[in-house]
């Protein structure tokens, strides 16, 4: 999704009250205008507004302005989740250090207001029950390094997982790959660079042919999880693996060869 784009949709819970949802990536601030043309009230990750069914779209707005809009329908709200239960587990974020947290949403539809729907969060697993389109989650914490598998289940049933990036350090690098090529009759030695969790100040440095070479992280994109290619360029064969660094952190080696 586009980072000022909204999905505007509507929620029934289990007593039967309309909500309205929206979806972003933003982190602009939110606000949903109802088809009454009043700000609608936060309650929650949703919204309520009093009287849905006047013919006017309700709008969401990102720091003033429209992202998204809707019309409440109800006879295509109430159609839509028909049949089988099921569910969508969302990460916020999905790349923790290990000790940190990470939103665990489910959105799910049961078929009974007797079922239960269980999630994973940490180590233990919620349960509560369910019934309708239903909205729940949790902030949970995670202490173990790995890969995670977060899951929920209706009645017992896995009906939907994420997986979430627990790390066990808050910043590490390392070095991928390394090749030799020889270009306009010198030698080209790259590697791919890879850090995660750096501030922008901190420096990627290694020396070529005794050079020193420092990259600020700020420069790189995406540079709070990157790969970034460096390259040591000479007329002589390098005598030696290049050490890279990024701060203090040692990253591994520019190898002499693929």
Known sequence: MEADKC?????KDSSSVYYVMVKTASTKKLEVICPSGSAAEKRGELYFCTRLEIPNPAIAKLDGKECGRAEFLRSSVESAPAGKSRCTVLLAPSRITKGGTSQVT??????????TLAYL???????EKAGGLVDTGKICRFDTAGTVEVYATINGERCGSKLLEVFD?????SVLSSSL??????????AKVAGRGYSGSDLLNFKCYGIPHEVKVEGIPNSTDFIYEIECRGKTPLASPV?????TDPC???????
């Open 243 to 247: 050490p890279v660094k990024i701060g």
């Open 106 to 115: 489910v959105q799910a539809y049961t078929q009974s207001d007797k079922d």
């Open 252 to 258: 591994g080696e520019l190898s002499l060869q693929e």
């Open 7 to 11: 999905t505007v949709e509507f929620q």
């Open 169 to 173: 350090k808050t910043h590490e690098c």
């Open 121 to 127: 969060c940490g180590t233990t697993e919620i349960s």
């Open 181 to 190: 090529d020889m270009v306009n009759g010198e030698y080209s030695y790259k």
